[in-house]
């Protein structure tokens, strides 16, 4: 069973294999059809296709984010509609970092999963292998899914709003540098960060190629970030409660479990006004 990461060599060894799901999560937010178009282009064979909006989030409202949780219903019947059953592998891949797929992993691992995994290197991975792409879309039957969601995994804003404040705990936030400091804000209204949190930009967990570093660095680089921290008492967050997964997945990997992902995000936190913002490095507050 793979829980964390899986090489596209791996992959390959059981791309024809019943058992396995692979879930293709290539996504672009400034163009959201763009992903199922280079889908439906070639993808891994057998791969079905997940929409960042539409399959792994749910409906926005006046107090979310831009990308909340989708109820256990909904997820139930997303996993049902593309066949997982239990014990079954589940591989999530998107064009390289897996920013994206890392989104489908921790869902699946919420739902009560566990045999959820991400291509390293994504479909850049897949292609510089040399192996086969395809532009079929695998139908599979439809399923019963029982979603056993783990609500003690995710945190809410009032949540994290009253643990940031407390030196036991750490926020940590997958942003861009610039984004964080509120030098910069592409995407949402409001820039800077979270009083408290630190930066812990997700592709720094990156080898140039988009693979993840090896598990003794990435401890490493979350320890410092840490700060003495225990990984039960770290929260990860990012714009909108996506690329944070990618930290969860960064932490499973460096052997780092129990953190808690701020679903929400910087999206939500700035719904209300009235919610303290920061600018900055963290070292200057």
Not at 95 to 109: E, F, H, S
Not at 147 to 169: G, K, P
Not at 206 to 232: K, M
Request: net charge negative; hydrophobic share 40%; charged share 25%.
């Amino acid at each position: 069973m793979f829980t964390t990461l899986i090489s596209a060599t791996d992959l390959a060894a059981h791309v024809n294999d019943p058992h396995w799901l692979i879930v293709d999560c290539r996504f672009d937010l400034a163009r959201p059809d763009a992903g199922e178009t280079t889908f439906r282009m070639g993808h891994i064979p057998r791969a079905v296709y997940a929409h960042l909006d539409r399959d792994l989030s749910g409906p926005i409202t006046p107090g979310t984010g831009r990308h909340p949780l989708p109820t256990p219903d909904k997820l139930a019947s997303t996993l049902g509609g593309w066949g997982l059953t239990p014990g079954m592998q589940v591989v999530a891949y998107d064009a390289d970092t897996g920013a994206y797929a890392a989104r489908l992993w921790w869902l699946v691992r919420w739902a009560g999963h566990p045999a959820a995994a991400v291509l390293d290197g994504g479909f850049k991975s897949w292609v510089d292998a040399g192996l086969p792409v395809s532009t079929s879309v695998d139908t599979r039957s439809a399923t019963k899914v029982d979603v056993r969601a783990d609500r003690d995994s995710w945190l809410s804003t009032d949540e994290v709003a009253e643990r940031v404040a407390r030196a036991e705990w750490r926020l940590l936030d997958a942003r861009a540098p610039e984004r964080f400091a509120g030098c910069v804000e592409p995407i949402d209204a409001v820039a800077g960060h979270i009083p408290g949190a630190r930066n812990h930009p997700f592709a720094t967990d990156l080898a140039p190629d988009g693979r993840f570093l090896d598990q003794n660095e990435l401890r490493r680089r979350f320890d410092a970030s840490q700060q003495g921290v225990q990984d039960d008492r770290t929260i990860v967050m990012c714009g909108s409660g996506v690329t944070a997964c990618h930290l969860l997945l960064g932490m499973e990997v460096a052997g780092k479990t129990g953190a808690k992902l701020y679903a929400g995000s910087w999206s939500e936190w700035i719904r209300d006004p009235r919610r303290p913002v920061a600018k900055g490095t963290a070292a200057k507050e």
